[in-house]
């Protein structure tokens, strides 16, 4: 199947700073890419929809202040999660959909706001 | 209306019996059904997937069963093993409406040895 990364797989930041998650489809060419929270034994929350070379569309409730999202190429979206606080604490999933409609789900990053 | 239902919320099997999850939905449009399976810490895997043109999917010890008429799908693994204890989410999408894909609330399976 295809593959996902996500970098970095953790991280550590202060109140108050940003952080950049980046996802990369690694043996296709993704369109279309999702942004997920997960909670503790819940279900995957969808945040936001990134399509390449457009503004992303954001799930109500959801700040695209807060979360940017860029998506610059067809193998590249980043997640910044700007002024953090440790309510944003949370593992961040990225998805990328391929050409047969199929979504394959990076490895998550742990973000932790201390 | 976009609401995936899963049930059970948890399994337990024993090793080399068959675990089944069914998820039921609302939304007569979606026309992409997969499931993926977690494991703790790591990102969901695409196990197996069906469209409503065929009412069964056979990939090695996964079955997906697809009934249209009532809404429903379930997910069949025979011969359980210890390994394939795990979270499993059952999804669905619609490919007109950009494949975002509901998620039903997943399984927790663990296949006891």
């Known amino acids: 199947g295809a593959v996902v990364s996500q970098h970095p797989s953790w991280v550590i930041c202060k109140s108050g700073t940003s952080v950049k998650i980046e996802c990369r489809s690694l043996d296709f060419q993704a369109t279309t890419m999702f942004w997920y929270r997960q909670f503790p034994k819940q279900s995957l929350m969808l945040m936001a929809t990134?399509?390449?070379?457009?503004?992303?569309?954001?799930e109500q409730g959801v700040e695209k202040d807060k979360f940017l999202i860029n998506h610059a190429s067809l193998t590249l979206s980043t997640l910044t999660v700007t002024s953090a606080h440790p309510e944003d604490s949370s593992f961040y999933i990225c998805?990328?959909?391929?050409?047969?409609?199929?979504?394959?789900f990076g490895p998550g990053t742990r973000l932790t706001v201390t | 209306q976009q609401q995936v239902k899963q049930s059970p919320q948890s399994l337990i099997v024993q090793k080399g019996g068959i675990s089944i999850i069914n998820c039921a939905y609302e939304?007569?449009?979606?026309?992409?059904f997969p499931w993926y399976q977690q494991f703790p810490g790591k990102g969901p895997a695409l196990l197996i997937a069906i469209r409503p043109d065929v009412s069964e999917k056979k990939e090695g010890r996964f079955t997906i069963s697809f009934n249209k008429s009532a809404k429903q799908f379930s997910l069949h693994i025979m011969d359980s093993q210890p390994g394939d204890s795990a979270t499993y989410f059952c999804a669905a999408s619609e490919e007109t409406s950009g494949s975002r894909l509901t998620f039903g609330e997943g399984t927790q399976l663990t296949v006891n040895p």
């Open positions: 990134s399509n390449e070379g457009s503004k992303a569309t954001y």
């Open positions: 998805s990328a959909l391929d050409a047969l409609y199929e979504q394959y």
């Open positions: 939304n007569t449009a979606f026309d992409y």
